[in-house]
């Protein structure tokens, strides 16, 4: 399933209005929002992809359609995917933005691979 295009537009105008500036990327099957070249939010299917910092992933997770974010069966530390029902207000949306934007100024940019040489 592709992911939500209404979702990406909904982030994006909220990112714009913010005057952020942030890429984006083709990533796990859905579309990933880099801010200061970090992962910092994203979609894949009906899901959102938030960042966030591992010290508010607890209390997050209480949140309505919050869950770990998990691809290899265990979850990744300081991700969460958040369901339908727990950001279809904008209020919701706006609260997950937040909580990524805040935590991206400290989080790590990943690791720049090296071309490959063939």
């Known amino acids: 399933m592709p992911y939500d295009t209404s979702l990406a537009d909904r982030i994006t105008d909220l990112l714009t209005a913010r005057r952020l500036r942030f890429t984006t990327k083709s990533m796990m099957g859905g579309l990933c929002f880099m801010v200061n070249d970090k992962m910092c939010l994203g979609v894949t299917q009906a899901r959102l992809m938030a960042r966030l910092d591992p010290a508010v992933e607890a209390e997050s997770l209480k949140r309505p359609g ?17 369901d339908p029902e727990g950001y279809d207000s904008e209020q919701d949306l706006r609260h997950w933005v937040d909580l990524a934007l805040a935590f991206n100024p400290k989080a790590k940019a990943s690791k720049k691979r090296a071309p490959s040489s063939k």
């Open 66 to 82: 919050c869950r770990p974010m998990d691809f290899t069966g265990r979850p990744m530390k300081g991700y969460v995917f958040v």
